[in-house]
């Protein structure tokens, strides 16, 4: 199992950035595929951005593309989200998530851990 605990969320104006992290504990970390998922008030959670295990392959939802940018840091258990050109339309609280598998999914229930989430706030 890992364990995951997201932070870097806040307010920010439209335009300006944000560097989410989240820190993993436990075994697994490295043999499993992270997510970054987001939910906005009253809404589904949805897909932000996917990287494989080794960091070689990412994936990003249409809405965040070439905005955002997904990595990880295997050796200190880590991975980030790194969000610019921020809109209104980013507010939620975001998720990083693990999937205990080689194979990449974006679907938020084809994933085992979940942090608790932190909130970004994107003023206009």
């Known amino acids: 199992q890992v364990q995951l605990a997201e932070s870097g969320g806040g307010l920010v104006q439209a335009g300006g950035s944000l560097r989410l992290s989240c820190a993993a504990s436990g075994r697994t970390f490295s043999s499993s595929v992270l997510g970054w998922f987001r939910q906005a008030r009253g809404k589904e959670r949805e897909f932000v951005a996917v990287?494989?295990?080794?960091?070689?392959?990412?994936n990003y939802a249409d809405s965040v593309k070439g905005r955002f940018t997904i990595s990880r840091d295997n050796a200190n258990n880590t991975v980030y989200l790194q969000m610019n050109s921020l809109k209104p339309e980013d507010t939620a609280v975001y998720y990083c998530?693990?999937?205990?598998?080689?194979?990449?999914?974006?679907?938020?229930?084809?994933?085992?851990?979940w942090g608790q989430g932190t909130q970004v706030t994107v003023s206009s």
């Open positions: 990287i494989s295990r080794s960091g070689g392959y990412t």
């Open positions: 998530a693990a999937r205990f598998s080689a194979v990449v999914r974006t679907a938020p229930t084809e994933y085992d851990s």
